[in-house]
C-alpha cells in the first residue's frame, strides 16, 4: 500500500494544481558534498536547468554530459495564506535515479525509482504568504539492487561512470513536471473503475478511496457534458445505458466526478476521464469489447534531441501523429512507464499501450543485445543483491499499477524485459513478482514479460507465467544478419514451431524485431544498415508471422532512432528506428504504413 496519493494533479473549488515547471537552479556534486555544506538549504553558485528536461544534451563538455552521482536542484515558490487551511504537496511526474526532497531545507521525502511519481507533503514544512525553496538531492548511479540494473565504474580521474546493462543513454534530472498541489485535509486519494459490458448498456463498478468518513458521491458525465449517472458511497455500480465503448481507433471518454461532502458542504472534488472498456485473453486472441485486435506498432522511447528523455508536448504530438499516419495501433512503454500525459493522450486518441516495469539489464552485460541469444549465462538471480531487487522492483510494479490503472489505453502490464530467465531462481523471482501484480490491478489486465531469444521454448522457465507471451527476436540481425537472411529465416521457422508444439493457446506478440538503419544508406543490392536491408528484413519477419495464428501482434523495434551509451556497434546511438530521431520517415516507414493498413 502506498502512503502517498499518486492521482494527477486537477484544479477545481476544492484545490488547486500549480505547475512548477520552468528554468530551475542547478549543481553536480561529484565530491557527494552538499549534504555537510547546507545544500539542502540553498545551492551555492547553481547554474540553471530546464524543467522537465535530461540534464546531458545541454553541455558541451563529457564531463557534464556523462556525469553520474549526485546532483542538485532547486526552486523558490510563493505559497499564498489563503492555502492555510490546506495540505499541501510537491508532485514530481519523477526523478532519476533517486531523490531526496526538501522545503525550507527539511527533508520531506526520498523515493528510490526514476519513472514513476514522487510525491512529498509538504504542509508542516511551508510558510504561508511567503517565498519557499524546494530542493532535490538526486542520484543516476547504476546498480544490480535499483531498476534499471547496471553498474557504476570509476575512471582513473576519479569520475563515476555509469556501465548501462541495458541499450539506451542513463538520461536523468527532473525529466517530467512537478506541481505544487493544495487540497483539503480530507481528500480523495484514490479512485478504482471496473467495467462489465451488458448488451447496449455498461455497468460502471467504482470505488472511491479517500482519508475521511464523510459522504461520497460518484457522477458521470458523456462527452456533451449530460449527467448519465450517479450514486452515492465510497463503493458502488451505476449503469450506462446505451453506452459509448472506448475502443481502439474509436475513444470516447466520459467525466467521473467524485465528491466528498459535509451535508451541502463540499469537501473535496476530484475528476478524470474514463473509457469504458474491456480487455481479455480468449484462447489465441487479444479481446477488446470482445472483439480480437491484432497489435500494430512499436516499441517505442522517451527521447529526442537536446531535451534527452524530458517530457515535451510537441514531441508526444508528432508521435501520435507519426503513428497514426503509419497505420500503428499499439506501443510498448519499453523500458520503463512513461509520462502520464503518454496515457492520458493514448485515452483520447484510441492507442492500445503495454505498460512496461523499468525492469530491464536483469542479464549482466553491458552489451545486453549482443549477448543475448548467444546463450551467455551471468546467473543474475543468484546474488546476494537480489532480495534488494526484488523489493525494489515490487515497489515499482506497486506504483506502476496503481498510477496507471485507470486508463482505457492501459491493456497489459509488461513486468519485466529480457531478463534471464532459465534458472529455478530466475523462476522464483519472477513468480513473486507475478503474483504480486496480480493482487494490484482491480480491472485484471493480462500480465506479460519480454523475452530475448535465449529464452527457448525448451529453456525457459517463466513464459508459464504470462497471459501472452512477448518475444523480442532479430534473427537476420544479431542472429544470421545480411548474407545469411535466408538462413535466419530458417532459424526463426524452428523457433516458431516449437512454440507452436507447445500448443499454449495464448497468444504471442512481438514486442521486439528491427535492423539498424542509417537513414542515408542506400545499397542495391542490400547490406546491413542500409534502408533496403531494413525492408528486406521486415519482410521475412512478416512472412513468418503471417504463418502462425496465435501471433496477435507486431510492435517494431524502434519507434524512431534514440541515444544510447557510446560503442563499437552504436553510431550515436540506435538506429533502429522506422523514422530517425527527429521524426522523420526511412523507407521502412512506408512499407510498414501499407502493411497495417491491409491489415485492419
Ligand atoms: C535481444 C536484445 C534486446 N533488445 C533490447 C533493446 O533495449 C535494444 O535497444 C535492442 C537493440 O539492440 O536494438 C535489443
Redesign the pocket.
Known amino acids: 500500500m502506498l502512503n502517498f496519493s499518486e492521482l494527477y494533479p486537477c484544479s477545481n473549488q476544492a484545490r488547486m494544481a500549480q505547475l512548477l515547471d520552468g528554468m530551475w537552479k542547478f549543481r553536480f556534486d561529484p565530491e557527494e558534498k552538499g549534504l555537510q555544506e547546507g545544500w539542502q538549504h540553498k545551492l551555492p553558485d547553481p547554474i540553471s536547468m530546464p524543467v522537465p528536461a535530461s540534464f546531458s544534451d545541454f553541455f558541451t563538455t563529457k564531463e557534464e554530459r556523462d556525469f553520474c552521482g549526485d546532483f542538485w536542484y532547486e526552486t523558490e515558490v510563493f505559497i499564498p495564506r489563503e492555502w492555510e487551511k490546506q495540505e499541501l504537496e510537491i508532485r514530481f511526474g519523477s526523478i532519476t535515479h533517486r531523490a531526496g526532497v526538501y522545503c525550507n531545507g527539511s527533508l520531506t521525502t526520498t523515493h528510490e525509482g526514476g519513472f514513476l511519481p514522487v510525491v512529498a507533503r509538504v504542509t508542516d514544512h511551508v510558510k504561508f504568504g511567503e517565498i519557499n525553496t524546494f530542493i532535490v538531492k538526486a542520484n543516476n548511479e547504476l546498480n544490480e539492487e535499483s531498476l534499471p540494473c547496471g553498474a557504476t565504474m570509476v575512471l582513473s580521474d576519479g569520475r563515476k561512470l555509469a556501465r548501462p546493462y541495458?541499450?539506451?543513454f542513463n538520461y536523468s534530472g527532473i525529466q517530467r513536471s512537478v506541481w505544487l498541489v493544495s487540497k483539503p485535509g480530507e481528500s480523495i486519494e484514490d479512485f478504482i473503475v471496473d467495467y462489465e459490458l451488458n448488451g447496449e448498456d455498461a455497468i460502471v463498478h467504482y470505488q472511491i478511496i479517500t482519508n475521511g468518513n464523510h459522504d461520497v458521491s460518484f457522477e458521470l458525465y458523456d462527452e456533451d457534458k449530460q449527467q448519465v449517472a450517479k450514486s452515492t458511497g465510497t463503493k458502488g455500480s451505476v449503469t450506462v445505458s446505451k453506452a459509448h465503448l472506448w475502443n481502439v481507433g474509436k475513444a470516447y471518454l466520459y467525466q467521473a466526478v467524485m465528491r466528498i461532502w459535509d451535508g451541502e458542504t463540499l469537501i473535496d472534488e476530484y475528476s478524470s476521464k474514463i473509457g469504458i472498456r474491456t480487455v481479455k485473453i480468449a484462447g489465441k486472441e487479444i479481446q477488446i469489447n470482445g472483439k480480437a485486435v491484432y497489435l500494430k506498432g512499436f516499441g517505442k522511447h522517451e527521447d529526442f534531441e537536446v531535451i534527452g528523455r524530458g517530457f515535451s508536448w510537441g514531441v508526444l504530438k508528432r508521435d501520435f501523429e507519426c503513428m497514426k499516419w503509419i497505420g500503428a495501433n499499439c506501443f510498448r512503454t519499453?523500458?520503463y512507464p512513461y509520462a502520464e500525459e503518454w496515457y492520458q493522450f493514448a485515452d483520447e486518441e484510441g492507442f492500445l499501450i503495454i505498460d512496461e516495469v523499468p525492469a530491464v539489464g536483469m542479464m549482466r552485460s553491458t552489451r545486453?543485445?549482443a549477448d543475448?541469444?548467444t546463450g551467455k549465462f551471468t546467473r543474475f538471480f543468484e546474488t546476494p543483491t537480489v532480495p534488494n531487487l526484488l523489493k525494489n522492483h515490487l515497489q515499482a510494479v506497486e506504483e506502476m499499477i496503481v498510477r496507471d490503472k485507470n486508463h482505457p489505453s492501459v491493456i497489459a502490464w509488461s513486468l519485466f524485459n529480457?531478463p534471464e530467465t532459465t534458472s529455478e531462481e530466475s523462476k522464483e523471482y519472477f513468480t513473486k513478482i507475478f503474483a504480486a501484480a496480480r493482487t494490484l490491478d482491480p480491472q485484471n489486465r493480462p500480465m506479460t514479460g519480454a523475452f530475448?531469444?535465449n529464452s527457448q521454448p525448451e529453456l525457459c522457465k517463466c513464459y508459464q507465467l504470462c497471459d501472452f507471451i512477448c518475444l523480442?527476436r532479430?534473427y537476420g540481425w544479431?542472429i544470421k544478419g545480411g548474407p545469411e537472411l535466408v538462413d535466419a529465416r530458417e532459424a526463426f521457422l524452428i523457433e516458431m514451431n516449437k512454440w507452436k508444439d507447445k500448443n499454449l493457446n495464448i497468444p504471442f506478440v512481438f514486442t521486439?524485431f528491427?535492423t539498424d538503419t542509417m537513414a542515408a544508406e542506400h545499397k542495391l543490392p542490400s547490406i546491413m544498415w542500409s534502408q533496403e536491408y531494413q525492408n528486406e528484413y521486415l519482410d521475412m519477419n512478416f512472412e513468418i508471422f503471417d504463418q502462425f495464428e496465435f501471433v496477435q501482434g507486431e510492435l517494431v523495434?524502434n519507434f524512431a532512432d534514440f541515444q544510447t551509451t557510446e560503442g563499437i556497434m552504436r553510431v550515436n546511438g540506435?538506429k533502429?528506428g522506422i523514422f530517425n530521431r527527429v521524426r522523420q520517415p526511412k523507407s521502412a516507414a512506408f512499407v510498414l504504413k501499407k502493411r497495417w493498413e491491409s491489415l485492419d
Request: no cysteine.
Open positions: 541495458f541499450d539506451f519499453s523500458h545486453n543485445f543475448a541469444g529480457e530475448e531469444k523480442n532479430y544479431y521486439e528491427g523495434w540506435n533502429k
